[in-house]
């Protein structure tokens, strides 16, 4: 099954970046470099599993951020 409007040569019709798009990619980060402080206080204190939890918290709590404001701004297609 073969689609003709697929042409991998011309560009595709890119999304506009709406004025949010820097805060949510920079809350993406934040969200990343907090899952990867988590699992080295996960590995790194295995007696004492706390500051892995409030780390974890921390980032799920800026993920749901990123993700409140990406539902938000979501434009209607």
């Not at 820097?22 to 004492?48: G, H």
Request: aromatic content about 10%.
């Amino acid at each position: 099954m073969t689609d003709d409007n697929l042409n991998p040569r011309e560009p595709r019709n890119k999304p506009l970046r709406d004025k949010w798009f820097r805060l949510r990619n920079t809350l993406n980060f934040i969200f990343i470099v907090a899952a990867l402080a988590t699992m080295t206080l996960y590995f790194a204190c295995p007696r004492n599993q706390w500051p892995a939890t409030i780390c974890c918290f921390a980032a799920i709590g800026v993920k749901m951020a990123e993700v409140c404001i990406r539902m938000i701004t979501a434009k209607k297609q």
